[in-house]
Nanobody, 115 residues
């Protein structure tokens, strides 16, 4: 059983930055891929970014150039560095991990971008 726990959300002003963390129980080396998704009120959950065990990354178009996903296998953690945040980035951000065809989700962390 894999558990993933997100942290780092909060309130930030437009143009600001936040770093989200996703800590996984056990080694994340075999969790492939890991990713961040978000769900804004009244909207469907959408991909933000993902990263494979080999470090290959994938970003949603609207996040390219602003967000950076990276993983620290030694710390069993995946990070999402978010820069130049906009009010439209307000959402609950979820961490997703896959292992052996099974998908695991965290409970999410709320990011609010507002002046």
């Amino acid at each position: 059983q894999v558990q993933v726990v997100e942290s780092g959300g909060g309130l930030v002003q437009p143009g600001g930055s936040l770093r989200l963390s996703c800590a996984a129980s056990g080694s994340i080396f075999d969790l492939d891929p890991m990713g961040w998704y978000r769900q804004a009120p009244g909207k469907q959950r959408e991909l933000v970014a993902s990263i494979t065990s080999g470090g290959v990354t994938n970003y949603a178009d609207s996040m390219k150039g602003r967000f950076l996903i990276y993983r620290d296998n030694a710390q069993n953690t995946v990070y999402l560095q978010m820069n130049s945040l906009k009010p439209d980035d307000t959402a609950v951000y979820y961490c997703k991990a896959q292992l052996g065809g099974i998908t695991y989700w965290g409970k999410g962390t709320l990011v609010t971008v507002s002046a």
